[in-house]
């Protein structure tokens, strides 16, 4: 059966220091890996990784993904009480388009 | 340009009853996922449509059902709803499906007494 693993599922961290979280997927067919931002209702799309060792980045924010060891990591650098939100790694199975997700991560930025 | 729209934004209804849930795609998307997400979980897939034709359904019973328009925009009906159907229900639409992103709306919060 097709699985994605998030890990920590929370974490409370401090303004300015730097978080990374983990996702790893056993799932057929993969096609990529995105992940999403989630505050109060709507994802919002923050990366999506097809291909081994490229890295991503959009601000404070990276991610990479490993296709041989079948993970994908999110970083966060600096963090700010903004950044507080619950984290969904996502993986596109097969043809249909169809999202796979993982539990999620909730990370708490203290000030 | 606006984003993926749902309708309506809190819906409470009784055991028994049925529903429908609306959703319009970013402008230019032809594909429309839906996905149910219970409180504390991640967002389970339930229904893919393109071009008006189901392209995937997730495992979720009969009661379950949806439709795409020539707009592009959809409706996902629950039928004979259940207390553990309270959920917050997201539509995604992407340009195709396949390896495009998929964009979330704000979603439908439904809470079944």
């Known amino acids: 059966e097709d699985k994605v693993v998030q890990s920590p599922l929370s974490l409370v961290v401090h303004e300015g220091d730097t978080v990374t979280l983990n996702c790893s997927y056993e799932v057929t067919n993969f096609r990529s890996l995105l992940w999403y931002k989630q505050e109060k209702k709507a994802p919002t799309f923050l990366f999506m990784l097809t291909s081994s060792g490229i890295e991503k980045k959009s601000g404070r924010l990276s991610s990479i993904l490993d296709k041989k060891e079948l993970f994908s990591i999110l970083n966060i650098t600096a963090t700010q009480t903004g950044d507080s939100a619950v984290y969904l790694c996502?993986?596109?199975?097969?043809?249909?388009?169809?999202?796979?997700f993982g539990q999620g991560t909730t990370l708490q930025v203290k000030p | 340009d606006a984003g993926v729209t749902q309708s309506p934004t809190h819906l409470i209804k009784t055991r028994g009853q049925q529903v429908t849930l609306r959703c319009s795609p970013i402008?230019?998307?032809?594909?429309v996922s839906w996905y149910q997400q219970v409180l504390g979980q991640g967002p389970q897939f339930i229904f893919q449509y393109y071009e008006k034709e189901e392209r995937g359904r997730g495992n979720f019973p009969d009661r379950f059902s949806a439709r795409q328009f020539p707009n592009y925009s959809s409706e996902l009906n629950v039928n004979a709803l259940l207390l553990g159907d309270s959920a917050l229900y997201l539509c995604?639409?992407?340009?195709?499906?396949?390896?495009?992103?998929?964009?979330f709306g704000p979603g439908t919060r439904l809470t079944v007494t």
């Open positions: 996502a993986v596109h199975s097969g043809n249909t388009g169809k999202l796979i």
């Open positions: 402008s230019g998307h032809k594909s």
């Open positions: 995604a639409s992407s340009l195709i499906p396949g390896t495009y992103e998929q964009y």
